[in-house]
């Protein structure tokens, strides 16, 4: 059972603020309705973006997760569309499964508590997000765990062609155990929750620190390629 992957220390994003990073992503979810020939270049801007800030391995690794998801939606877009519509909502969809790769390997959770704090949001809204940031990979990594586990009793060899039924049967054995794990998950949340103060009355808050040069830089090339490309889509500049 593998642990949740560390934050690239690495990277010259871990400079950042996480404020910025998080408007980066909403960028690039915004840049999904832009039309191929806008889309393409600013997938093909982000993609500089990921390899320069070290993160491509993870962005890759999130892509060949979908990779038959994406296989068969690009088939079919092709056989009953055309080749052009199937290039488009594949990057589509390259694109919102990597949209905040950079956030999640380069921010800890605290400073994604911090940042959604600072944007507005309640501190137990900001908990809720920090914890749900951290227990994607951890519920992951725990279900395998039991899988494994059960597997070594004897349940679910690998090359079972059993029937259905009884498969599906056997699957209480990996159901419960993971109930049980969410629950104590979210018993260990709430009880982290409370000592955090996030029940008290009067929270205290403090504000959030300018933000740097290079946070400006990123944020006004990405709002100004987006603003860019869709105005040259409004003038006509490309075709849907």
Do not use: N
């Not at 900001?126 to 992951?140: D, E, G, N, R, Y």
């Amino acid at each position: 059972m593998s642990p949740p992957e560390p934050v690239l220390e690495g990277s010259f994003l871990r400079r950042v603020d996480p404020r910025t990073k998080l408007a980066l992503g909403l960028c690039a979810s915004t840049a999904v309705m832009l039309p191929l020939a806008p889309l393409a270049v600013f997938f093909a801007c982000y993609a500089a973006l990921v390899a320069s800030a070290g993160v491509a391995r993870r962005a890759l690794a999130h892509l060949r997760r979908m990779a038959l998801l994406f296989g068969l939606l690009f088939a079919a877009d092709w056989l009953f569309i055309g080749p052009a519509f199937a290039v488009l909502i594949t990057l589509r969809l390259a694109l919102l499964a990597t949209a905040f790769t950079l956030v999640v390997a380069t921010t800890s959770t605290d400073e994604i508590r911090l940042a959604v704090e600072r944007f507005g949001l309640s501190r137990r809204l900001a908990f809720a997000f920090a914890t749900a940031h951290t227990s994607v990979q951890l519920l992951q990594s725990e279900w395998l765990g039991i899988l494994e586990a059960q597997r070594a009793r004897g349940l679910f060899p690998e090359g079972d062609r059993r029937r259905w039924r009884q498969r599906l049967t056997e699957m209480v054995a990996l159901v419960v155990p993971a109930i049980v794990l969410a629950t104590q998950r979210a018993w260990a949340a709430h009880e982290a929750a409370a000592l955090r103060g996030l029940d008290a009355p009067l929270p205290p808050g403090g504000r959030g620190r300018r933000l740097a040069v290079l946070d400006q830089v990123l944020l006004g090339a990405a709002g100004g390629l987006l603003v860019a490309l869709f105005a040259w889509r409004a003038g006509g500049g490309w075709v849907s």
